[in-house]
């Protein structure tokens, strides 16, 4: 490739692993522990929100439309962010056996 002013004056790489990027939502309020949601803290790795969100729906039976979460996050990145599961009438699965590598 030719250059103006000679050669490259240098290199960079940016967001080369999803380590590169992190992102933590911050809670505006804690959970109580009472009611018909499971509140979720999800930790994860390039993996978007609705790709989990789909998984946490699919693990609980229920369906996506009752996984709530305050926004979408960078998938290319390492975030937290707090997953709330409506579960009327019944108690939630065994949240540790979801496997997943992404989360």
């Known amino acids: 490739m030719p250059y103006a002013w000679g050669g490259a004056a240098g290199r960079a790489s940016l967001r080369v692993s999803p380590e590169d990027f992190k992102v933590t939502e911050l809670a505006v309020t804690e959970p109580s522990g009472q009611g018909e949601h499971a509140w979720l803290w999800v930790r994860k790795r390039d993996a978007n929100t609705e790709w989990v969100a789909r998984r946490l729906a699919q693990h ?24 709330s599961v409506h579960l009327p009438g019944r108690e939630g699965p065994d949240w540790s056996a ?5 989360f």
């Open 60 to 83: 609980a039976g229920v369906p996506v439309s009752a996984v709530g979460y305050a926004g979408l996050k960078d998938r290319r990145a390492v975030t937290e962010q707090g997953f």
């Open 98 to 102: 979801l496997d997943d590598d992404a």
